[in-house]
């Protein structure tokens, strides 16, 4: 079964800058699209970014202009691209996969801690 595994998450102050990483352990296909959750402490898990296998994307409101999804098919990687985060923004973010036929892929989770 495929593995994703995440990578990027750290401390960083307001106004900062982070980009997530979601690695695949091999080609997926098949899939309705790939998104990036978060859970922040006491909260439930939040949909803030997903791409479809056209290529489209959307936002959560709350990201919206802040983050960037994207992918790069030959490294099996997707990306999130966190420009201006704010202390609202701390979490743990989780890559996901959602196959067409609705199995949900799950990475391992990646905390990013915003300071004010």
């Known amino acids: 079964q495929v593995q994703l595994v995440e990578s990027g998450g750290g401390v960083v102050q307001a106004g900062g800058t982070l980009r997530l990483s979601c690695a695949a352990s091999q080609r997926i296909v098949d899939f309705a699209y790939m998104g990036w959750y978060r859970q922040a402490p006491g909260k439930q898990r939040e949909l803030i970014a997903d791409?479809?296998?056209?290529?489209?994307?959307s936002y959560q409101d709350s990201v919206k202009g802040r983050f960037t999804v994207s992918t790069d098919n030959a490294k099996r990687t997707m990306y999130l691209q966190m420009n201006t985060l704010k202390p609202e923004d701390t979490a743990v973010y989780y890559c996901n996969v959602r196959m067409t036929w609705g199995l949900d892929l799950w990475g391992q989770g990646t905390q990013v801690t915003v300071s004010s």
């Open positions: 791409i479809t296998s056209h290529g489209s994307t």
